[in-house]
Nanobody, 133 residues
Framework: HVQLVESGGGSVQAGGSLRLSCEAS???????????RAWFRQAPGKEREGTAV????????DYADSVKGRFTISQDNSNNTLWLQMNALNPEDTAVYYC????????????????????????RGQGTQVTVS
């Protein structure tokens, strides 16, 4: 089965940058499995938040208001890798970050993403911790 594995998390001082990666393994020969890919995050005591999303077909993106202008989502479809470049980090960005993917277009999952519904995506990683101090 398809597995997603995040990496790149860690501890950083406010104002710093991190780049998260999400690699897919398993039966990924069909690119339709990843029509929509996204990042979510969940901070302690807070609800999960859809952070960034990218559409495989159109390369369109969307971001949570809290990260617009600071975070950039990108992907390499040739090897099914997803990234999240995070700049100008602040303590409010401290959270566990999850990557997710689904075999449907992002236009269908847009509502679920905005609501932070990670489980709406068929494939989900285990998360990587980001701590900003």
């Amino acid at each position: 089965h398809v597995q997603l594995v995040e990496s790149g998390g860690g501890s950083v001082q406010a104002g710093g940058s991190l780049r998260l990666s999400c690699e897919a393994s398993g039966p990924t020969t069909s690119t339709r499995k990843f029509d929509c890919r996204a990042w979510f995050r969940q901070a302690p005591g807070k609800e999960r938040e859809g952070t960034a999303v990218i559409d495989y077909a159109g390369y369109s993106t969307d971001y949570a208001d809290s990260v617009k202008g600071r975070f950039t989502i990108s992907q390499d479809n040739s090897n099914n890798t997803l990234w999240l470049q995070m700049n100008a980090l602040n303590p409010e960005d401290t959270a566990v970050y999850y990557c997710a993917a689904a075999p449907v277009r992002c236009t269908i999952l847009a509502g679920a993403w905005r609501q932070g519904r990670l489980n709406a995506f068929n494939y989900r990683g285990q998360g990587t911790q980001v701590t900003v101090s």
